[in-house]
């Protein structure tokens, strides 16, 4: 035992000295500095060979997305730009909402030849409208009541109704979004739902050149016709010539992986991991050069859901003690090292959210007040997140507002008390009690092992709230069973991640009145705090009506985020992190924050617009 | 009813094994229609001998009711003993029927008291109500065994010879006052020096407390020395089966003469001459057809080899061969 | 000329288990000779010293048994050979010098080889023959020279009957021809026929070879059917040792005569009585005379002081104090 | 015929009886659950924001992936449906990777499962009975009782632990063996000496890691077993015989040692069609362990019945063929 | 008993040597109840620290003291694993012994159901257990999942020791003392079975403890309660490992070796102390009595 403890202490000796070593083993057969090795987003994939993407389960975040195959708009979420890609401009609505008429690109040609036209459009539509089971086919028959082409670059969709948002459903927003399918294929396919589209026949710049029967890795190789496509018409060439999406397995093997530059871009990693890679490979970087590293822009927030229809959570003034109750600095830096941006409302704090919606609410945020007068409002948080980060030894360049958040609500456990005490509650020995005089016992569900940075989020928040007087339990629950509880209502407080974005105009449609289930039933509509109220069902009627994006439309927003305060429904903790680290050895060029042309992400659509944009190094 | 005027009598009695591997196993009739009797209102020992696998063990076993026949009766007093051995009617037919085992350090759990078995016997089957007077009936019938209650209490097996094991053995099994015995080899396990003192208290039993024994042993100088009838077994059939006095000093049977002769005596001046011929093979003899002899038996006829010979009775015995049959 | 000389023997069996030490004096001091050419009886009660002896002749001393003291010597090539003093004597010897015939065949031969396997080992172990067909026409005479089927070579010991393996056994403690054939209750487990087989072949295996046969049992009949010379053996110690004929005709220790006149036999119904009482502990066995407490005939003397064996006639001795005052010198 | 009747054919109905029990144990133990995997899957596209629906439009989808699962309907006749596709040796679609048929992904992945798990089964039991059988054997030896401790040290180590550690070691530090997957990017399968050599290659550590600790295991059993086998009368008197040790040791102790060892390896090679779940997970390894772990994550009830239905009866399947070959090594149970 | 511990010290080397570990590990599970952290609460301690006078084992990265929290990981896991080990032994035994001395149809039936949960692939059927009812989870409920899947090995071993001995002569003089069944497998079989069941009793602790820890590894185990499996659980998600914390992730692995092989040691001499040979030899030595 002793002798096995000696060797290995002797391997983690060595693992510090063998940090430079480099040998090129995962790729014999492709020249490594012409290939970009991606994280593979899924994992192993069961069915690597089936990349017929308008069924239900086959996943896309592999490589089929970003290499593959193209969409009509993308929205990047770190610019708020919206990219016109199959079409050549943004859609047209008439009829008050109930046509739209899109422009589609010239020059485009899917990777066997056939040229890309207004009838694979239309046939997609139909297609996937004659076809029950497959994705999109219950959203177009709702919605859609025909679809033709103007001529061969113009498609016209004639709705049901008015919605203003329709164009949504072929925009990549946040992950993916209804692909065109090539018609010359699929025409011939009777049952789609057993066709597994392979060999694809791509629309992106890139065709898939081999793939591990055993779902590890794809590899792609870049199309000799790049030029015909939307990528190679807006950006020019795609630079890498292959590119290998892979799953090395757990954190460690990422880790060691680019150590060993055989993976340049990492999905996301623990930041325990991320530290040590950032102590092993100079060439590692995310977003932020120096503290704190991550990026902080994706397009979702953690959350701590309480069910408010289970007492006492249906009280607002119970939901604002236990937001009081929080340190949010002491959850940032004991959680999270102090590496997040605190994110107070119902919107994420990305870069470009922060200036639209945020820097305008700030007064109104100052100066609001509890019903006692109370001002929960607290700027000083990103200047104690810095503190914190300097006393730790980081160096932090850039504005702590910027990065860290302009600010969350105030560690005021004394107000918490007071609301508490105000609804009959009762603190003996350190302890709280019930209005009924039973302890109080809160359980957190939080997902086990596949987020794991809501799972620190409870514990950290659990941390508080014991220190606050409360007992707290956290359960850790797996996946599967965790989608169950969180549709059904079957918690008390879940932490989550459930903040929208740029989708904030469809995502808020789901907590209209209209699609609430109690708890117990499925909530498909994605209110599962089951939220109710009368107030936001008038601003929704209203907003449903209006252009996304239009000044109006934002005027609303702006009132649900401050019917949000006033409900706190949920407390928001922190924007969603991704140490998605990126290798600058072979490659570089990469977005990052200063040089943020683009969301960082390699496993939305959107990734095959920064293919053109990166650069190699030279090295070989 | 013939039965009922029987202690114990059993008719065309047959077990049939199933024996050996998964894929070869034989078919082997351990016990072929047998039947005998023991009379009711005259104690005696009657006494079944033969050799390893001539299916003694295996009778007495169907007769305890351990087993099961595969078909043929059994009447214990008129009634068949599958019946007794309902459960309801179990206990009561185990007052009556008693064993004796061959290995007294065997049937004896090595963990536990001796004198455990005896307050159980007591108590169980209703001689006692408690301790107290479980002592006492357990002391009576040490008494007869010629040991006492002070000498075994408390004891475990081990710390006693198997002399005086096998005559707990049969105190215990005296305690239920049983009209029959069933001794399965009593002292082929007792060292030859304390044999007698076994042998010798089934010939006390028989007579002071009118207990017939069936006695299964394959020593056949103590089947001499104690029993009244004998029946030689062999490979699942009595071959020969009369009074001892008949059977033992003029056997008729080729086979009761060659065991007969076997026996080795402890006079240097009876030494053996000659060879015998001997099977390799035992198993393969449970299926011959014939007298199942009929390749060691040295004047064996034609018929011998392919008719299994009927049971006739001459000069005071059965006897199943066919050199008498005519 | 002897073949096999005991001198003093003492093997004891020391154990200590679990915090208890204990000593079984199985064999206290015990000397004889086995002549050439001789069948040899040893009988004895269960638990008198007869197998640990035996187990002692054959060099299986190991723990708890160890031998505290004595000599046992064999005759080889014409030498005095001390098996207790050299472990590669003792191997030498094994086999071609002495061979062993145990109690209960059915474990002593290895369940998953064939009979013929455990010959050829045997074989090539002791004679540097290694051509199997060799071994299997050597072997193949010796069966047929003692009457055994040839087809027993073929067969795993669980396919013979009790009787058979037992003369397999015999058969392979005689391939090599021995000169002391030692046997422990070879005829004990075996139905009355087959014993006589049994012994028939042993007496025409020593008549052929004429080696010397020692021949453990507790069967008296048997003794009375087979051994030249017998030797009583009780607790631990000899109590007397002459011929067959001296033993059954004259018996002088009083424990002899119990043994033999409490064997019924077919024929005489007359009432024999057991040795009364029950054989003694080894671990603490009487003072004096072992036998004492069962004694009909003991003396004070008896209770005290151990009687020596002494010859009482020409190659008849005893040790009992109705016989002579000789004190065993320790 | 008499052998059939006796002896097959009540082990048969007992064979048929196990699979029947455990198969329908199997069935029962997710759905008596609340686990759900339409919103598994609903749930899944969501989040991902894959569509941008009116929520009126997620209820119809849900109505229809229930009537595409075969899950309407209750369980009884769920039950009954999946035994008479079971009998067709169909175990239908996929519910997570909709609608790939269980049976073609579990094709695709036994190979590897069933060539890393066969050939370490068998390595670990040979090796470990030998040493074990040594030092069983020579079990007062220093060395033994070194090798003793060395195989209860490794043995109880956590096996994610020693796989990482040697990943670590031999993929990191000494970047010798591959760190991901069955064979080399870029090579194609065929029978040619480059890609049988790669794939060696490749399964070396996550083999290396299986017979470690599969041989302390066999290695503390088979000790056990020969402690009891040298108390036997057959070796001891071969000792007496004057048999070399050696040939004590192989022909007499082990021999007999590895009968009851056979019947394990048996269920060992039985079971592997559940795969090894964390040999997959660490060494990115293909095979059906991580498959059915993904299958319990997300709801895939046909998936999780497919591969523990092939598990059962694998299982039951070499218990029966190990019962009924036996004789073949044990002549003691041959003729009796 | 104390005396039989004091002779088996003196005697066996290999239980000396187990107890003494095992007394070393049940003090420091002992300790826990003066711990002076609580184990669910985080930041407690500076974070990292290597072992040192003022943390004997070190800290980790939530803040806690590592062997403080070991000693209520010794305790919760020997807990998990005893309590699994009592189930499954109960169920196991019981029907082992019922199984193979009743016989016949009851015998069949009893064993169908052993055999069907030998034939579950139980890791994989404990995976989707655990990861059902996760939230549910605590140390009994995991210890009577895992007992659920390891009765039947010893049940199967039990009905073949019981088999061998219902043809024995005791058991059939017992039932002509007119005992019943569960007198008979309860006072003249069991004494028999004991050496199994104990030594089947120590792997099943070993088994349960190391079940528990491949459950932990996926985060399937109660993860705020300190077992030995959750403290690797933590560890390698910190990814202790690579950032050479040694002294967090070697010490619940050391734990595990140590544990095993001190009950390891154990259950060989106890149940060899508990062989009926050795008990009869035993007692014979006591009582003097014959031999050779």
Redesign the interface.
């Known amino acids: 035992m002793k002798k096995l403890s000696i060797i290995l202490l002797f391997v983690l000796m060595l693992s510090l000295v063998g940090q430079t070593v480099t040998f090129s083993q995962v790729l014999p057969k492709v020249p490594r500095n012409e290939t970009l090795i991606v994280d593979a987003l899924h994992g192993r994939l069961a069915n690597p060979k089936d990349f017929n993407f308008w069924k239900p389960g086959v996943s896309v975040g592999n490589g089929a997305q970003q290499m593959l195959f193209d969409g009509l708009w993308y929205l990047d979420p770190q610019t708020r730009k919206v990219i016109n890609a199959l079409a050549e401009s943004e859609p047209v609505y008439e009829n008050n909402f109930k046509k739209m008429t899109v422009k589609l690109r010239k020059g485009i040609y899917w990777s066997d030849g056939k040229p890309f036209t207004a009838d694979d459009v239309v046939f997609t539509v139909d297609y996937l409208m004659k076809h029950p089971g497959m994705s999109y086919s219950d959203a177009f028959n709702r919605y859609v009541s025909k679809v033709y082409k103007k001529d061969n670059y113009t498609v016209v969709f004639e709705l049901k109704e008015s919605i203003p948002a329709f164009h949504y459903l072929f925009t990549s927003i946040v992950y993916s979004t209804c692909y065109i399918m090539p018609k010359h294929v699929f025409e011939k396919v009777e049952d789609p739902l057993k066709f597994e589209f392979n060999p694809p026949v791509s629309l992106g710049p890139y065709v898939l050149k081999q793939y591990d029967p055993q779902g590890y890795w794809w590899l792609f190789e870049r199309r000799a016709d790049w030029r015909r496509t939307s990528v190679g018409q807006l950006y020019g060439m795609p630079q890498p010539k292959h590119v290998l999406f892979i799953y090395y397995g757990p954190d460690e093997k990422k880790v060691m992986a680019q150590a060993q530059h055989q993976l340049d871009l990492i999905f996301d990693l623990t930041p325990e991991s991320w530290e040590i890679l950032r102590k092993s490979n100079p060439y590692s970087r995310i977003w932020y050069k120096d503290f704190p590293w991550a990026w902080m822009d994706d397009v979702r927030a953690r959350i701590m859901a309480m069910n408010l229809e289970k007492p006492p959570f249906n009280n607002k003034d119970v939901r604002w003690a236990l937001t009081l109750a929080v340190d949010i600095v002491d959850v940032v830096t004991s959680g999270f090292d102090g590496i997040a941006r605190v994110n107070p409302l119902w919107i994420c704090a990305t870069e470009s959210l922060l200036k639209e919606y945020y820097l305008p609410l700030e007064s109104w945020l100052k100066d609001y007040a509890l019903e006692d007068g109370f001002k929960p409002w607290d700027p000083t948080v990103p200047d104690r997140v810095v503190d914190y980060a300097k006393k730790r030894g980081y160096t932090v360049t850039g504005n702590p507002r910027e990065i860290f958040g302009i600010g969350w609500w105030k560690y005021a456990p004394d107000e918490a008390e007071k609301l508490l005490v105000k609804n009959g509650f009762k603190k003996v020995g350190g302890k709280w009690y019930l209005p009924d005089g039973t302890p109080w016992k809160i359980t957190i569900t939080a997902p086990a092992n596949f987020e794991i940075h809501a799972t620190r989020l409870a514990f950290a928040v659990a941390d508080q709230w014991r220190k606050f007087g409360i007992d707290v339990n956290v359960e850790t629950v797996e996946a599967g069973p965790f989608w169950n509880k969180w549709n059904l209502g079957d918690f008390e407080v879940g932490s989550y991640w459930q903040v929208p974005a740029t989708d904030f105009y469809t995502f808020v449609q789901g907590y209209h009145s209209r699609f609430y289930k109690p708890t117990g039933e499925v909530a498909t509509a994605g209110n599962q705090i089951r939220w109710k109220n009368a107030k936001l069902d008038k601003l929704l009627d209203d907003l449903v009506n209006l252009q996304p994006e239009s000044p109006k439309a934002k005027a609303i927003v702006t009132d649900i985020l401050k019917l949000y305060v006033e409900e706190m429904p949920a407390p928001v903790f922190i924007i969603n992190l991704k140490f998605n680290s990126q290798d600058h050895y072979y490659w570089t060029n990469f977005p990052t924050s200063d040089n943020s042309y683009m969301a960082p992400v390699w496993w939305w659509g959107q990734f095959k617009f920064i293919l053109p944009q990166i650069k190699p190094t030279g090295r070989k | 009813m013939i039965e009922q005027d029987f202690l114990l009598y059993v008719k065309d009695l047959t077990k049939v094994f199933i024996i050996g591997g998964r894929f070869l196993g034989v078919k082997l009739v351990a016990v072929n229609k047998e039947s005998f009797s023991l009379p009711l209102n005259k104690p005696e020992i009657f006494t079944i001998a033969g050799e390893t696998g001539s299916g003694k063990t295996t009778l007495a076993r169907m007769i305890l009711g351990l087993i099961e026949p595969t078909s043929g009766e059994i009447y214990y007093k008129g009634e068949k003993i599958t019946d007794l051995n309902y459960k309801k009617n179990r206990l009561k037919f185990m007052r009556e029927v008693q064993p004796i085992f061959q290995n007294p350090f065997e049937a004896f759990n090595p963990l536990k008291r001796v004198d455990s078995y005896l307050f159980n016997t007591a108590i169980n089957f209703g001689f006692a109500q408690n301790r107290q007077e479980a002592m006492e009936v357990i002391d009576r019938s040490l008494q007869a065994v010629g040991l006492s209650l002070k000498e075994i209490e408390k004891r475990y097996p081990h710390e006693l010879s198997g002399g005086q094991l096998q005559r707990v053995s049969i105190a215990r099994a005296l305690i239920t006052t049983p009209s029959l015995l069933v001794a399965d080899e009593p002292v082929s396990m007792v060292d030859a020096s304390l044999r007698m003192s076994i042998v010798n208290l089934f010939k006390d039993l028989k007579e002071k407390y009118g207990v017939s024994v069936l006695y299964i042993t394959h020593d056949l100088t103590t089947a001499y020395y104690i029993s009244d009838r004998i029946a030689i077994m062999y490979r699942g059939n009595i071959v020969e089966m009369g009074p001892v006095e008949k059977v033992m000093l003029k056997p008729l049977h080729p086979y009761t003469k060659l065991l007969i002769e076997s026996v080795p005596e402890p006079d240097i001046d009876k030494r053996w001459q000659g060879e015998i011929k001997l099977s390799a093979q035992e198993v393969k003899e449970f299926s011959k057809l014939g007298c199942k002899f009929s390749d060691r038996c040295e004047d064996a006829k034609d018929i011998c080899f392919k008719e299994e010979p009927k049971k006739i009775f001459v000069d005071d015995r059965w006897i199943m061969c066919h050199r008498y049959i005519s | 000329m002897y073949a096999l000389k005991v001198e003093n023997l003492k093997a004891y069996y020391i154990t200590s288990l679990y915090g208890i030490e204990r000593k079984v004096r199985a064999v206290d001091n015990v000397s004889f000779q086995v002549m050439e050419n001789e069948i040899l009886g040893i009988a004895g009660e269960s638990g008198c010293g007869k197998s640990t002896l035996l187990k002692t002749l054959i060099g299986l001393i190991k723990p708890p048994l160890s031998v505290i003291g004595g000599e046992i010597y064999y005759k080889y090539d014409g030498k005095e050979v001390n098996i207790l003093k050299s472990s590669s004597d003792l191997k030498e010897l094994k086999w071609k010098v002495f061979s062993y015939v145990p109690q209960g065949s059915m474990n002593v031969l290895n369940p998953t080889r064939k009979i013929i396997k455990t010959f050829e080992d045997v074989i090539k172990v002791h004679l540097n023959v290694t051509n199997n067909d060799e071994i299997r026409n050597m072997v193949g005479e010796h069966l047929k020279s003692l009457g055994l089927p040839l087809e027993v070579l073929n067969s795993f010991p669980h396919q013979l009957s009790g009787g058979m393996r037992q003369r397999v056994t015999i058969a392979l403690a005689t391939i090599l021809k021995p000169k002391v054939i030692i046997t422990d209750e070879a005829t004990t487990a075996l139905d009355v026929v087959v014993q006589r087989g049994v012994i028939q072949l042993l007496k025409r295996i020593q008549s052929e070879f004429k080696n010397s046969i020692i021949m453990v049992t507790h069967d008296m009949g048997v003794h009375a059917n087979m051994a030249d010379r017998i030797i009583i053996m009780y607790a631990g110690k000899l109590v007397e040792i002459g011929s067959a004929k001296d033993i059954f005709k004259n018996p002088l220790h009083p424990y002899t005569r119990y043994l033999i006149e409490s064997l019924p036999k077919i024929g005489d119904k007359t009432i024999r009585r057991s040795v009364p009482g029950a054989p003694p502990s080894l671990l603490n066995p009487p003072s004096g005379c072992r036998f004492h407490p069962r004694c009909p005939y003991a003396m004070n003397e008896c209770k005290e002081m151990v009687p020596d064996l002494i010859e009482v006639e020409k190659g008849h001795k005893v040790a009992c104090f109705l016989h002579g005052k000789e004190v065993e010198k320790v | 015929m008499n052998l059939l009747k006796r002896y097959i054919i009540p082990r048969l109905i007992q064979y048929f009886i196990v699979i029947f029990i455990g198969v329908t144990v199997v069935f029962l133990v997710p759905r008596f659950t609340p686990l759900d995997p339409v919103v598994t899957v609903l749930n899944r596209m969501t989040s991902y924001g894959a569509q941008y629906l009116d929520p009126s439009a997620i209820e119809k989808l849900k109505e229809t992936m229930m009537e595409l699962y075969g899950l309407k309907g209750s369980i009884w006749e769920q039950y009954l449906n999946f035994w008479k596709r079971l009998f067709k040796g169909d175990f239908g679609p996929s519910l997570s990777i909709f609608p790939t048929p269980v049976i073609s992904i579990i094709a695709n992945s036994l190979p590897w499962t069933a060539g890393l798990l066969v050939v370490v089964a068998i390595l670990s039991w040979i090796i470990g009975n030998i040493l074990g059988g040594i030092a069983g054997y020579y079990a007062d030896r220093r060395w033994s009782k070194v090798m003793s401790i060395v195989a209860m040290s490794i043995y109880p180590i956590p096996y994610y632990i020693m796989a990482l550690v040697l990943l670590i070691l031999f993929a990191y530090i000494f970047p010798i063996f591959p760190m991901v997957g069955g064979y080399s990017i870029g090579l194609t399968p065929s029978f040619s000496l480059e890609f049988i050599f790669n794939v060696i290659k490749h399964a070396f550590l996550p083999a290396l890691s299986l017979i470690l600790i599969g041989i302390g295991w066999w290695f503390l059993s088979m000790r056990s077993l020969t402690s009891t086998i040298v108390a036997e009368d057959f070796v001891t008197y071969a000792e007496v015989m004057g048999i070399p040790s050696r040939k004590i040791l192989f022909q007499y102790v082990m021999r007999n040692g590895l009968l009851p060892q056979i019947t394990n390896l048996a269920l060992q090679i039985g079971g592997i069609f559940s795969g090894s779940l964390i040999t997959e997970t660490v060494f990115s390894y293909p095979g059906l362990g991580q498959l059915l772990y993904m299958a319990i994550n997300n709801g895939d009830f046909n998936l999780i019945m497919g591969i523990a239905v092939l598990s059962i009866i694998g299982i039951a399947t070499s218990a029966l063929l190990i019962d009924l070959l036996y004789p073949l090594f044990d002549p003691r149970v041959r003729y009796r | 008993m104390f005396m ?1 511990i ?3 010290y ?3 080397k290999k239980f000396a040597f187990g107890f003494t570990v095992i007394c070393l590990l049940i003090f420091l599970a002992l300790l826990s109840f003066v711990s002076p952290y609580d184990p ?4 407690v301690v500076p974070k990292n620290r290597p072992p040192s006078l003022h943390y004997i084992l070190g800290t980790n ?1 939530m ?1 806690q003291d590592i062997f403080w929290n070991l000693t209520h990981a010794i305790k919760n896991s020997v807990f998990l694993g005893s309590l699994t080990a009592v189930i499954s032994i109960f169920i196991g035994t019981f029907v082992g012994l019922l199984s193979g001395y009743r016989g016949g149809g009851l015998d ?1 039936f009893l ?3 052993n ?7 139980s ?3 404990l ?3 655990s ?7 605590n140390l009994i409920l995991i210890a009577f999942i895992l007992a659920l899947f390891s009765w039947p090995w010893g049940g199967r071993q039990v009905r073949a020791i019981v088999l061998g001995l219902r043809e ?3 058991t ?8 019943n069944t569960f ?1 008979i497998i309860l ?2 079989h069991l ?2 079975v004991i050496p199994w069941v104990m030594a089947n009793f120590i792997n099943t602790i ?1 088994w349960a403890i ?1 079940m528990e ?2 459950l932990a ?4 185990s109660s ?2 309660t300190p077992t030995i ?1 959750t403290t ?1 659980y933590w560890a ?4 202790a ?4 914390i ?1 002294w967090w ?2 010490t619940p ?2 734990l ?6 001190a009950l ?1 040691t154990l259950s ?1 001499s106890i149940s060899n ?1 508990l062989d ?1 040979r ?15």
Do not use: C
């Not at chain 5, 590894?217 to 399937?220: C, D, N, R, S």
């Not at chain 5, 595990?256 to 092989?261: G, K, P, T």
């Open positions: 039989i004091r002779d088996l003196r005697s066996d669910k609460l985080w930041n990265s803040g069949r064993m169908s159901v055999d069907s949960f030998i034939v579950i692939p890791l994989p059927i995976i989707l257990i990861s059902i009812i996760k939230q549910h989870i024995r002569e005791f059939y003089m017992a039932n002509f003392s007119g005992m007198q006072t003249e004494p028999f070993l190391g820890t491949t590894i996926f985060g399937l993860l705020e499996g690797i390698l998600q910190y990814q490992l690579l950032r050479g040694w992730i070697f692995v050391i595990a070796i140590l544990l095993f092989v390891y060989v102390y009926p050795t008990r009869i030899q035993r007692m014979r030595m006591k009582e003097g009595g014959s031999e050779a």
